[in-house]
């Protein structure tokens, strides 16, 4: 537990009397009942053992979180179905690192992901939302693998 909140603590920038830091807003309590009411969601892509709302969850730090629920690096994270609550550090390679491996993980899959049923599984997607300018849709791959991705030019 010492070395799970001394890790924290650093990676928020904050003072050694536990004050400061902080990267990220936290959704609220009314907020994580209505996506797990309306889109069946119970997962969380960016949690940690200190704000995680749901049992099972991604981390930064599987090694010492794994024993609080995580199941490890959400870059990692391969689901076939589901609704997944994302909501990463608020730092822009982070946040551009998450939307490539969800239009990753959309593209690559060989079915529209659907709802899991009541009471089983990491909840359910309903809809996709639209490809990220330069992704394949993902209906339209041959095949499976689908075409090459488009590499984004980036201002200097």
Excluded: W
């Excluded at 003072?15 to 990220?24: I, K, L, N, R, V």
């Excluded at 997944?84 to 822009?92: H, S």
């Excluded at 639209?130 to 209906?139: D, I, L, Q, T, W």
């Amino acid at each position: 537990i010492v070395c799970l909140l001394l890790r924290y603590n650093a990676l928020s920038g904050g003072a050694p009397d536990g004050s400061g830091g902080g990267m990220q807003g936290a959704l609220n309590e009314s907020l994580f009942e209505l996506l797990r009411r309306e889109l069946r969601c119970c997962f969380e892509c960016f949690a940690s053992p200190l704000n995680a709302h749901f049992g099972r969850h991604c981390s930064a730090f599987p090694d010492t979180d794994s024993a609080f629920g995580s199941i490890g690096s959400f870059f990692d994270f391969a689901p076939r179905e589901g609704s997944f609550e994302a909501n990463p550090p608020f730092v822009p390679c982070v946040v551009e690192a998450m939307a490539d491996r969800i239009d990753l993980l959309l593209a690559s899959s060989c079915e529209p992901l659907k709802p899991t049923p009541s009471g089983g599984g990491s909840g359910g997607e309903t809809s996709r939302p639209p490809p990220r300018e330069g992704a394949e849709a993902p209906g339209a791959k041959s095949g499976r693998g689908g075409g090459e991705k488009k590499k984004k030019k980036r201002a200097p």
